[in-house]
């Protein structure tokens, strides 16, 4: 695993898209059980992942990189 104190380069690449990270950080947002809404697998019976999961903090990674250029 990386640094986390160190943007991946993932975060960088999506703090070109503010629209794609709007839309992760809107659909990965945790259920009343602390699960991700946005990683689960509706009808599926299959375990939700828990929040904050990867895809979620690599998108806030990319929000705060977007916040500092402003
Ligand atoms: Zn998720």
Redesign the pocket.
């Known amino acids: 695993m990386r640094d986390a104190t160190e943007p991946s380069p993932v975060a960088a690449q999506l703090a070109r898209m503010p629209q794609v990270v709007e839309v992760l950080l809107a ?2 947002v945790p259920d009343a059980r602390s699960r ?1 809404r ?2 689960g697998l509706p009808g599926t019976g299959s375990a939700h ?1 828990a ?1 904050p ?1 990867s ?2 903090l690599v998108a806030d990674t990319a929000r705060r990189l977007l916040a500092t250029r402003h």
């Open positions: 659909a990965h991700c946005g990683c992942l929040w999961c895809l979620w």
